[in-house]
Every structure is written in structure tokens, then in C-alpha cells.
């Protein structure tokens, strides 16, 4: 199960973290992903990283301004959001990845095998 947690309204250049929970499973098996989704389009790749956090990707919107961690000892993944814009807008959705084990982070939201039911980030103009 995954849980995440941290939306709210923030104003524009604000920050917020999120973060998501997970319990059930042996959390440092995965690599985590989160992703995004606004109102009326396809859900979006943000971020991910691996089982050991040693490696991370993101994309290209969020670079230098979002920053995706983990804390294996507290089963938690975290999503660091600085200079939000109003574009940032979306339910933002984090997802664990059981069948990652080396090389580069997938952005494809099929290969994420387990998800979370999203908390909403709404950046106001």
C-alpha cells in the first residue's frame, strides 16, 4: 500500500513536499516513481529513483527545482518541490516499480506495478 500525503495550495515560487508511505512489501525492492496528472490530460513522469536511491531521473519541467529522495529505513519516498509554477497544478501520484534492478529509471507509467490513490498540488497565479 502506498499513501501519499503533503498537497495543498501553495502560491506561485512557493515550495511543498510530499511524501508517500509505503507498508506490506519490502520498500528497498522497489525503485519509486511519482507522477502527475491535471485536469483533462494524460498522467505524466516527474521523477523516480532507485532501490538504493543512488540514482534518480527527472524530468526535463522539474529539473532544478523538484528533487526526489527516499528514506528506506522509514519506507518513505519524498518529492522536494521549489519554485512551483501555476502549471505544477495536478494530483500527484507515487508508484513503485517491482521489477527494477540496475541501469536507467523508467518513465513509463506501465512498468510501475503498484500505485497510490494521489494528493492534490494546487499552485495558485
Known amino acids: 500500500q502506498l499513501v501519499e500525503s503533503g498537497g495543498g495550495l501553495v502560491q506561485t515560487g512557493g515550495s511543498l513536499r510530499l511524501s508517500c508511505a509505503a507498508s506490506?512489501?519490502?520498500?528497498?525492492?522497489?525503485?519509486m516513481g511519482w507522477f502527475r496528472q491535471a485536469p483533462g490530460k494524460e498522467r505524466e513522469f516527474v521523477a523516480a529513483i532507485s532501490r538504493s536511491g543512488g540514482n534518480t531521473y527527472h524530468t526535463d519541467s522539474v529539473k532544478g527545482r523538484f528533487t526526489i529522495s527516499r528514506d528506506n529505513a522509514k519506507n518513505t519516498v519524498y518529492l522536494q518541490m521549489n519554485s512551483l509554477k501555476p502549471e505544477d497544478t495536478a494530483v500527484y501520484f507515487c508508484?513503485?516499480?517491482?521489477?527494477?534492478?540496475?541501469?536507467?529509471?523508467?518513465?513509463?507509467?506501465?512498468?510501475?506495478?503498484?500505485w497510490g490513490q494521489g494528493t492534490q498540488v494546487t499552485v495558485s497565479s
Open positions: 508508484a513503485a516499480d517491482r521489477t527494477y534492478i540496475t541501469g536507467p529509471l523508467s518513465d513509463a507509467a506501465d512498468e510501475y506495478n503498484y
Open positions: 506490506g512489501r519490502t520498500f528497498s525492492n522497489y525503485a
